[in-house]
């Protein structure tokens, strides 16, 4: 997002590019008159700049639903940006003019392409709906056209002002009552009636219109999704949202109402009998002035029109356009946000009460996402005790992350599986030049999607792409190609790279779905299940972003896990007795690592100690297990291949074994010892069953085990000799790396593939 940024005065030129003296301006005829744009020679493209596609919202319009134009018009020249929409937050560096005259839109395509019928993007530009505009010289559109022209699918790019901050979403009792909420949303719904309507003059297919948007823009993509409660009016056929998010004020109405009192009193309206009538006629300068004295930012709020419900309700309904998606999010996307300086339980339960959860709630998010350095975010960024960041930072920045983001993506994703219509969901990680902990946060991805390789708007040395390694042009080329093949194909797939995964659609079937994983070292897909626990607990109860807390159930608690479980079991074809896993209903599962339990209706929380065990905290009174192992990370290419005996035999048939039945005899000299006595039983369970459970790259049935996977078995010995011994040991299985950790269902510590 643009608090990163500062733009350049190179940012008003496309791309850098020489106009053409010699070449003849192009002209469009729209439904209006015509419209007469610029040649940029070096990229050899049309641009059409600053096109009104509604009437000016200023005067008597102020605070009204946006009108159709109604004039016509000779020649109109469309030659330079027009004013954008007023916002706060922006650069005072960045050099462009600001104002509410501003509905208008930008067009780039390739050169003398009026009769082709090319697909068309249309970008919604993000920026917390309070700032931002799509002259921002990060969002340059002559990279990617050119780049979609050298791939053989050339595209026209479309980018879309809207009205922001309190002009676009003001919101009251007042506002709802006269119908003119959210006017930001129904400023782009209008700009895509103008397109659906006048594209073809320009060269596009009316029927190939995908919308697209990052952060509130995709947010804007999404609600785009579900307006009206997904009437479908052939606006657009596909959608894409990169890290999209909901507006945090949907769950009450309170503090939009402050908000718009605050300012009618400031402007001397409060008296009014028609108060928005008064607001029409503030002088521009004097309403403006008054952003200084309301807290807090404007979003999308429930009116009962545009945005019907919840979009949480509307999903599960689905009341959505139902046309392909493409979305994902960022692997760090909240170290943007804050969170540097917490430090204490306190404070992370303060940050989640901000959103409004009551101290249920909150209590069961933070076992969800507990102080485990290696369980936070960015992953390999370690925590010093002198370091620049409080002790609790990497789990303030896995909550928000998730909060924000993935559990928006992960709605949607799930939504769009349920009702059978086809989305493709992505991780991306990818190094910034940004501070070490901010690890490959929010916006990150902006410079790869539009192929931004001189760092067009980027202050210093921020741009990622500008004399960056050839693995990140690679990543950059390949995530661009990704979208320009969306958008021409609603297919990812068709990028002409070689030796590329196919990015496969996004299926759960009830469980799990799978994310295309964006990474210059090596692009894969990989399952949807990393903090799946919490995503699905935070959906579960959202309303929107925990505006019901009443909802939270023990079923809501296991929800995301039990998805989890059901996942890994799939994928390496596990057979574990339905009745079996009941027994026992982990709570939270990030990057592998099991940490709590729900048992006999408690908690159980568990840390990992500098053994990489985990310890027991407040272990209830009920009889439970004691020890469960924490696999710590190790190298990607230390590969422990899959051996587990039949489940049946396992652990979770005892159950109501007491935790000092058993010692861990791991970490000590008898504790080798004791394992050793029970190598041959543990050895020859495991040979008769690795082919059995399928698991990947077994060796044949009967080969001897290799010690150094015998040495990853933990048996346990029970003390008081109240169990068989094969009942009693660990065993972990699948890949050993920062990707995949390895489980030990043994001890009932369940491991996943994660982020």
């Given at each position: 997002?643009?608090?990163?940024l ?13 106009l053409?003296?010699?070449?003849k ?9 015509t419209?007469e744009g ?18 000016p919202p200023v005067?008597s319009l102020?605070f009204?639903?946006p009108q159709?134009?109604?004039?016509t ?7 330079e940006?027009?004013d954008s929409c007023?916002?706060?937050g922006?650069s005072?560096a960045?050099?462009h003019?600001l ?10 395509r390739?050169?003398n392409s ?5 697909p068309v993007?249309?970008w919604i530009?993000?920026?917390g709906?309070?700032?931002?505009y799509?002259?921002n010289?990060?969002?340059n559109l ?12 050339p595209f ?6 809207y ?9 009251s ?10 006017l ?7 700009a895509?009636?103008w ?7 320009f060269g596009?297919?009316t029927?190939k219109?995908?919308i697209w ?10 609600y785009?999704?579900?307006?009206y ?7 657009f056929?596909?959608?894409?949202a990169?890290?999209?998010a909901?507006?945090?004020d949907?769950?009450?109405?309170t503090?939009?109402?402050k908000r ?11 008296q ?9 006629e503030v ?5 403006n ?5 309301v807290?807090?930012?404007?979003y999308?709020v ?10 949480s309700?509307?999903?599960s309904e689905?009341?959505f ?6 979305l994902?999010?960022n692997a760090?996307e909240g170290?943007?946000f804050g969170?540097?300086?917490i430090?204490t339980?306190e404070e992370?339960a303060?940050l989640?009460q ?5 101290a249920?709630t ?6 969800l ?5 290696a ?9 010093r005790p ?5 002790k609790?930072f990497?789990r303030?920045?896995?909550?928000s992350?998730d ?6 993506r992960?709605?949607?994703t799930d939504?769009?599986?349920?009702f059978g219509v086809?989305a493709?969901?992505?991780?991306f990680?990818?190094?910034?030049k940004s501070?070490?902990f901010f690890g490959?946060?929010?916006?990150t991805e902006i410079?790869y999607?539009?192929?931004n390789?001189q760092?067009l708007g980027?202050a210093g ?7 960056a ?6 990543l ?6 990704m979208w320009i093949?969306f ?9 002409g ?15 799990y779905?799978e994310n295309f994983?964006?990474n210059?070292?090596g ?7 990393f903090r799946?626990a919490g995503?699905?607990f ?6 929107e ?21 059901q996942s890994?079991r799939e994928?390496l074809?596990?057979r574990?007795?339905?009745?079996k896993a009941?027994y026992?209903?982990?709570l939270?599962?990030?990057?592998g690592h099991g940490?709590g ?6 908690f ?10 985990i310890?027991?905290e407040?272990?209830p009174?009920?009889?439970?297990l004691?020890?469960?192992f924490?696999w710590?990370?190790?190298p990607?290419?230390a ?8 489940l049946e035999n396992s ?12 010692r861990?005899?791991m ?7 004791a394992?050793?006595r029970a ?5 020859s369970?495991a040979i008769?069953?690795r082919s059995r459970i ?9 080969r001897t085990v290799?010690s150094?996977?015998?040495?990853t078995?933990?048996?346990?010995v ?13 065993l ?14 043994g ?9």
């Amino acid at each position: 997002m643009a608090p990163l940024l500062k733009l350049v005065t190179a940012a008003l030129c496309l791309a850098e590019g020489v106009l053409s003296a010699k070449s003849k301006a192009p002209a469009v005829q729209v439904k209006n008159g015509t419209l007469e744009g610029k040649y940029v020679a070096s990229y050899d493209q049309d641009l059409f700049l600053g096109v009104p596609f509604a009437q000016p919202p200023v005067g008597s319009l102020r605070f009204q639903n946006p009108q159709s134009l109604n004039e016509t018009f000779g020649t109109k020249k469309a030659t330079e940006y027009a004013d954008s929409c007023v916002g706060y937050g922006n650069s005072p560096a960045w050099p462009h003019t600001l104002g509410e005259d501003c509905l208008t839109l930008n067009i780039v395509r390739p050169a003398n392409s009026g009769r082709s019928k090319l697909p068309v993007g249309v970008w919604i530009h993000g920026g917390g709906w309070s700032m931002d505009y799509s002259a921002n010289g990060v969002y340059n559109l002559s990279f990617i056209v050119e780049e979609s022209v050298k791939m053989g699918k050339p595209f026209i790019a479309v980018s879309v002002d809207y009205r922001l901050s309190f002009w676009g979403f003001l919101a009251s009792q007042d506002i709802l009552d006269a119908g003119v909420a959210n006017l930001g949303l129904k400023d782009q719904r209008i700009a895509l009636h103008w397109i659906k309507e006048n594209i073809g003059a320009f060269g596009g297919d009316t029927s190939k219109i995908t919308i697209w948007g990052e952060s509130a823009g995709g947010g804007n993509v999404g609600y785009q999704a579900t307006a009206y409660g997904g009437k479908d009016e052939g606006l657009f056929r596909g959608l894409i949202a990169q890290s999209g998010a909901d507006g945090t004020d949907m769950k009450n109405f309170t503090n939009p109402q402050k908000r718009y009192d605050t300012i009618v009193e400031t402007v001397g309206c409060d008296q009014a009998k028609d108060k928005l009538a008064c607001l029409r006629e503030v002088p521009f300068e004097k309403l403006n002035a008054t952003i200084t004295k309301v807290p807090g930012n404007f979003y999308p709020v429930v009116d009962g029109d545009f945005v019907l419900d919840y979009p949480s309700a509307l999903l599960s309904e689905g009341k959505f356009t139902k046309v392909p998606f493409l979305l994902g999010t960022n692997a760090d996307e909240g170290t943007l946000f804050g969170g540097s300086t917490i430090n204490t339980d306190e404070e992370i339960a303060a940050l989640i009460q901000a959103a409004g959860p009551d101290a249920n709630t909150t209590e069961i998010l933070m076992a969800l996402y507990p102080n485990i350095d290696a369980l936070g975010l960015p992953a390999f960024y370690r925590v010093r005790p002198d370091g620049p960041v409080g002790k609790q930072f990497k789990r303030a920045i896995a909550l928000s992350t998730d909060q924000l983001f993935l559990s928006w993506r992960r709605l949607r994703t799930d939504a769009w599986s349920k009702f059978g219509v086809t989305a493709y969901s992505y991780l991306f990680e990818s190094p910034t030049k940004s501070v070490e902990f901010f690890g490959t946060t929010h916006f990150t991805e902006i410079g790869y999607v539009f192929y931004n390789k001189q760092g067009l708007g980027y202050a210093g040395n921020q741009s990622p792409l500008k004399n960056a390694t050839k693995e990140v042009l690679d990543l950059a080329k390949l995530v661009t190609r990704m979208w320009i093949s969306f958008i021409n194909d609603l297919d990812p797939n068709k990028h002409g790279i070689s030796g590329v995964e196919k990015w496969p659609t996004y299926k759960n079937g009830g469980g799990y779905g799978e994310n295309f994983y964006f990474n210059p070292n090596g692009s894969s897909v990989q399952p949807d299940t990393f903090r799946l626990a919490g995503t699905s607990f935070m959906n579960s109860v959202s309303q929107e972003q925990y505006g019901s807390s009443g909802r939270v159930t023990s079923a809501s608690v296991v929800h995301g896990t039990t998805l989890q479980l059901q996942s890994e079991r799939e994928r390496l074809s596990l057979r574990l007795l339905a009745a079996k896993a009941d027994y026992i209903q982990p709570l939270a599962l990030p990057r592998g690592h099991g940490i709590g339990w729900r048992m006999a209706s408690k908690f159980i929380s568990r840390l990992c100690n500098a053994n990489h065990a985990i310890s027991v905290e407040n272990i209830p009174k009920s009889r439970s297990l004691d020890y469960a192992f924490c696999w710590p990370y190790q190298p990607v290419n230390a590969v422990h291949k899959a051996l587990t005996p039949s489940l049946e035999n396992s652990l979770f048939a005892n159950i109501n074994a007491h935790p000092s039945d058993y010692r861990n005899s791991m970490l000590t000299q008898s504790g080798l010892e004791a394992r050793a006595r029970a190598t041959a039983e543990v050895t020859s369970v495991a040979i008769k069953h690795r082919s059995r459970i399928g698991a990947r790259d077994s060796a044949p049935s009967g080969r001897t085990v290799p010690s150094r996977i015998m040495t990853t078995m933990r048996p346990l010995v029970p003390q008081k000799g109240s169990a068989k011994l094969q009942a009693e040991y660990h065993l972990p299985f699948g890949m050993m790396s920062p990707y995949d950790v390895g489980m030990t269902y043994g001890s009932i510590c369940v491991g996943g593939h994660g982020m």
